[in-house]
């Protein structure tokens, strides 16, 4: 198997730099919050992506500087376009919600490459599920973070307080959970399998009162051109991969390059053998990758969730559990249960 080491994955960096923004508006020193995210002071500098571990050690040290045990959903509210650059004012100068919801499910990989949302309507409901890749933590600060910054941004564009019907999270409650309750409106499920988002399928039709045609032709422009950029990067090109193979494998389906490549070439104007090319430059096959993304999730849900063996190995498109056992073992040379109670005890030894 290939060993090179996989596609830069995370959040885009203005995203992660909201913390330490916040942190100085405190009046609290914000550089270490910079370190923990590998952040300069300057933001024209630096990486593009942030890691869901790096934003989720910040968020950490700032609820201890803030003194604030609900710091995810008090900076999640403060998400706005600029956050998310071009794509953020093309978003908000769509005419409707159903608009922008398109541009983001193609375009998403701008911002974020480690969660992606899948949009599906059921009946009068819109579900919003939430894909992650590369170890995501099951923590309740970054899943605050992660799933007010969606709602609130929905809530500011739309300037309407937008209450959905039901929020999973696949994260504890915090210690008090009214706050974060009273924010969202709705049930929220903590210890959820996944995070996902039920809402009314009537938002879709909403009108947007920051609709603005010319600045979405203007902005549309722009981020079209970023993205054909960002299109032609190999990392770019293995994300979305990772991305497509993640969705294959949590539906129980092992992915084959030959059904991803419609999708990619749609994306990102790569022919099937242009996608091979490229994955033979990186000294990769598509092989490699499955087997990457496989190997990434099973240990992920075996050391940071507690879904049931048989589960973990269905949403890794294993046939039979004792396949995900072998694999568990080629691996890490350990059994899965193995895997999973040696991931505990370190836990239990770094509690409080």
């Known amino acids: 198997m290939n060993d090179r080491a996989p596609a830069p994955l995370g959040f885009i960096a203005s995203f992660a730099r909201l913390i330490a923004d916040h942190v100085r508006a405190c009046e609290h020193d914000h550089r270490a919050v910079l370190a923990l995210l590998g952040l300069p002071e300057d933001d024209s500098q630096g990486p593009a992506w942030v890691t869901a571990q790096q934003i989720t050690d910040a968020l950490h040290l700032a609820a201890r500087l803030c003194q604030d045990p609900h710091i995810g959903l008090t900076i999640g509210q403060q998400v706005r376009p600029a956050t998310m650059g071009a794509l953020g004012y093309a978003l908000i100068s769509c005419a409707e919600l159903e608009d922008g919801l398109a541009m983001f499910e193609r375009l998403q990989s701008m911002v974020c490459t480690q969660v992606r949302a899948e949009h599906r309507l059921k009946g009068d409901c819109l579900e919003s599920t939430l894909l992650t890749l590369g170890g995501v933590p099951a923590d309740t600060h970054l899943w605050s973070f992660a799933m007010v910054s969606r709602l609130a941004f929905a809530r500011w564009v739309l300037g309407r307080h937008l209450v959905p019907l039901e929020l999973w999270m696949p994260c504890p409650a915090p210690a008090d959970p009214a706050p974060l309750q009273h924010f969202v409106g709705a049930p929220i499920v903590f210890n959820a399998p996944f995070a996902r988002e039920r809402l009314l399928a009537a938002w879709l039709s909403l009108p947007n009162p920051n609709a603005d045609a010319g600045l979405h032709r203007v902005m549309n422009a722009l ?130």
């Not at 970023?226 to 993640?246: F, N, V, Y």
């Not at 969705?247 to 084959?256: A, E, S």
């Not at 419609?262 to 994955?279: F, I, K």
């Not at 092989?287 to 190997?295: M, P, Y």
Request: aromatic share 4%; net charge positive.
């Open 223 to 352: 981020t079209q051109q970023q993205w054909a950029q960002l299109a032609q990067t190999s990392d770019q090109l293995l994300a979305l991969l990772r991305q497509k193979i993640t969705q294959g494998l949590q539906q129980g389906v092992l992915p084959l390059l030959d059904q991803l490549a419609p999708e990619v070439e749609a994306t990102l104007g790569l022919s099937s053998r242009q996608l091979q090319r490229r994955l033979a430059e990186q000294g990769l096959s598509f092989k490699d990758l499955v087997e990457q993304v496989r190997r990434e999730q099973v240990l992920h849900e075996l050391r940071d969730t507690q879904l049931p063996m048989a589960e973990i190995a269905r949403r890794a498109a294993y046939a039979e559990v004792s396949s995900m056992h072998r694999a568990v073992r080629r691996w890490t040379g350990l059994t899965p249960l193995a895997v999973r109670q040696g991931q505990a005890a370190q836990g239990d030894a770094l509690s409080p």
